[in-house]
């Protein structure tokens, strides 16, 4: 399966301490069929790869950060750091299995190149605090794209329904963990208000490319912006 970023080089690392329920739907449907119509395979094609970049983003910043974080004086920041990279990189095994149950299409590739453009322009910053602010308004929004999709009309029973649900509540918690990295950097409360607005608005241009196959999902881009804006505010 092809990646945004084949360059990364990251293994899971403490698996004692991550407490994703993630491992356990993949050992689950790892040899289990995974069913959609053609109609869904074809919004997912396109879907899909838009979150698996985000996986990848987000492994290889978290990684890096935990490199040059002295864990003699932060042992819990960088604790947090790496169980971010272990979640995200399960997240990223699990989502390429149900892409692999998709089969391939032309969008496929579309998407790709359009989230790895929209990742680094994000990282495109002043500072790393600055960085991290983007990471947890854009985590705070992933969360929203994943509940939308477990609501969506797969079904109640799918399991790709149930993949997103386990996803989502491991995302809630990088959200706190990108929030509190910012912040330890220096970050301030007037600098996430004024820079979550602008981290939806180029969210909201990356998913607008794709707003066919959101729809094939019954998933409103104009509900889910609504959403993405509520709720940076209440957690931003």
């Given at each position: 399966m092809s990646q945004c970023?084949?360059?990364?080089?990251?293994?899971i690392r403490d698996p004692q301490q991550q407490h994703s329920l993630v491992p356990q739907w993949l050992a689950h449907y790892q040899q289990q069929p995974i069913l959609f119509n053609a109609q869904q395979q074809t919004a997912l094609a396109a879907l899909l790869p838009l979150?698996?970049?985000?996986?990848?983003s987000a492994q290889m910043i978290f990684d890096k950060q935990s490199q040059i974080t002295d864990s003699a004086a932060n042992q819990q920041l960088l604790s947090d750091l790496n169980l971010t990279v272990t979640e995200?990189?399960?997240h990223e095994q699990a989502l390429a299995l149900v892409l692999s149950h998709v089969g391939k299409h032309e969008i496929t590739n579309k998407a790709r190149s359009a989230a790895k453009r929209f990742y680094i322009t994000l990282a495109k910053t002043n500072t790393t605090a600055e960085h991290f602010i983007r990471i947890a308004t854009l985590d705070t929004c992933v969360t929203q794209i994943l509940l939308s999709l477990s609501n969506?009309?797969?079904?109640a029973n799918h399991p790709l329904v149930d993949l997103c649900k386990k996803i989502a509540k491991d995302e809630a918690k990088h959200v706190y963990i990108a929030k509190h990295y910012a912040m330890t950097l220096g970050a301030n409360f007037k600098q996430f208000e004024?820079?979550?607005l602008l981290t939806v608005s180029k969210l909201m241009t990356l998913l607008r490319q794709f707003e066919p196959q959101f729809s094939q999902l019954a998933i409103c881009?104009?509900?889910l912006e609504g959403k993405f804006i509520n709720?940076?505010?209440?957690?931003?």
């Open positions: 970023f084949p360059n990364k080089q990251l293994a979150l698996l970049c985000g996986e990848e995200e990189l399960l969506c009309n797969l079904g004024s820079d979550k881009l104009d509900n709720k940076c505010k209440l957690d931003i």
